[in-house]
């Protein structure tokens, strides 16, 4: 077996996008049964391959399409900053465990995780997702950034009505932004009036129930709807494009289909008469 034959088993391993999704995906495994404590030995030493396994495709990558080509693409910036994050992760077997700072420790140990971000352009059409994605918050900034706006504006608005009368909600601007916001997001909104009633007079529990129900329903409900209508509306909006120039494109087609039967029609006719 001479150099070249060696040279193209090696691309095609480690240019396959089905032999990266494997070790990807083994990868995980191995981190998971480590996290286990289920043959801890055997399955670092799998995390640690794993690890030379997509430097090795990195460099390979880098000398197959030359460095500017590699990183011109969206794809593979992504991938060598996730293999030059784990970085760290190589020196592990040749720590001290017990004498390392722990902090330094989990830090190492949470970068693995960013490798399984490489699953994510092996979705189908991720690409076209992403592009809706961008698509979408370029149109529905405005909307987002108002209700933002909506929200500080109630949540200082309360923290001046009821920081004193419910500081566990209210006492901070920043504590009361975050409870106008857990009600925007209809989440245990119900707790907030019912705090608020259980410490001031019946009077002013009614009207301060009555009060959060209608922010609920004008930023929990109507709002958060609006928000997502408009930003799946601006989400499908490059599906709907491209189903429009295919309309458009059968339309042409009919036309030309109609124009030659018209033309066949009108020279039997010529032929006919003669």
Not at 130 to 148: C, D, Y
Not at 157 to 169: A, D, E, M, T, W
Not at 241 to 248: A, N, P, S
């Amino acid at each position: 077996m001479n150099k070249t034959t060696i040279r193209n088993i090696i691309d095609k391993c480690f240019l396959s996008e089905r032999v990266v999704l494997a070790v990807v995906v083994l990868n995980a495994i191995a981190i998971f049964m480590q996290e286990l404590g289920v043959l801890k030995t055997l399955f670092s030493f799998i995390d640690y391959a794993c690890v030379w396994f997509f430097m090795i495709e990195m460099g390979i990558k880098l000398h197959h399409f030359g460095w500017s080509n590699y990183w011109k693409d969206g794809w593979n910036k992504a991938d060598g900053i996730i293999v030059i994050i784990s970085l760290p992760t190589l020196v592990m077997p040749f720590l001290d465990i017990t004498s390392f700072n722990f902090s330094a420790l989990l830090t190492i140990r949470l970068v693995r995780i960013f490798r399984f971000f490489r699953v994510l352009h092996f979705f189908p059409n991720i690409s076209q997702i992403g592009r809706g994605f961008r698509n979408a918050l370029s149109q529905s900034w405005a909307v987002l950034a108002s209700f933002l706006i909506l929200i500080i504006i109630f949540g200082l608005i309360n923290c001046s009505l009821y920081g004193s009368v419910c500081p566990k909600y209210f006492s901070t601007p920043q504590d009361s932004i975050y409870s106008v916001f857990r009600i925007a997001t209809v989440e245990g909104w119900y707790e907030i009036p019912d705090a608020i009633t259980a410490v001031t007079s019946p009077f002013i529990g009614h009207l301060s129930r009555i009060y959060f129900c209608i922010l609920l329903l004008s930023g929990g409900i109507i709002g958060m709807s609006l928000i997502n209508s408009i930003f799946v509306d601006a989400m499908v909006e490059d599906n709907n494009d491209d189903i429009k120039l295919q309309l458009h494109n059968i339309e042409e087609k009919l036309n030309r289909l109609l124009e030659e039967k018209e033309n066949n029609t009108n020279k039997n006719e010529k032929n006919n008469k003669k």
